[in-house]
């Protein structure tokens, strides 16, 4: 059975940084595309960030260059350095295993507020 569990969430002010985890089991993981999304309240969830078993890594537009997606295969974990963080950044954030989409984990909340 496949599982995912988020975590490193957390409230920061606007400017800070978190770490985001997230370790998986179950999954062929070292062969898949893992991604980070996130879910705003009232909002579609959206991707964030994805790496690619090769270790190419993709960001929406309104995350580059702030936040950084890395994976660890001997740990099965994928993480989300968020730096110089922005209240719009505010959302639950999910990884996915891009070979097994219909597979979400709890999410972790992150607000950025003052």
């Known amino acids: 059975q496949v599982q995912l569990a988020e975590s490193g969430g957390g409230l920061v002010q606007p400017g800070g940084s978190l770490r985001l985890s997230c370790v998986v089991s179950g999954s062929i993981f070292r062969f898949s595309t893992m991604a980070w999304y996130r879910q705003a309240s009232g909002k579609q969830r959206e991707l964030v960030a994805s790496?690619?078993?090769?270790?190419?890594?993709s960001y929406a537009n309104s995350v580059k260059g702030r936040f950084t997606i890395s994976r660890d295969n001997a740990k099965k974990t994928v993480s989300l350095q968020m730096n110089s963080l922005k209240p719009e950044d505010t959302a639950v954030y999910y990884c996915?295993?891009?070979?097994?989409?219909?597979?979400w984990g709890q999410g972790t909340q992150v607000t950025v507020s003052s």
């Open positions: 790496i690619s078993s090769g270790g190419s890594r």
């Open positions: 996915r295993d891009e070979l097994l989409p219909n597979y």
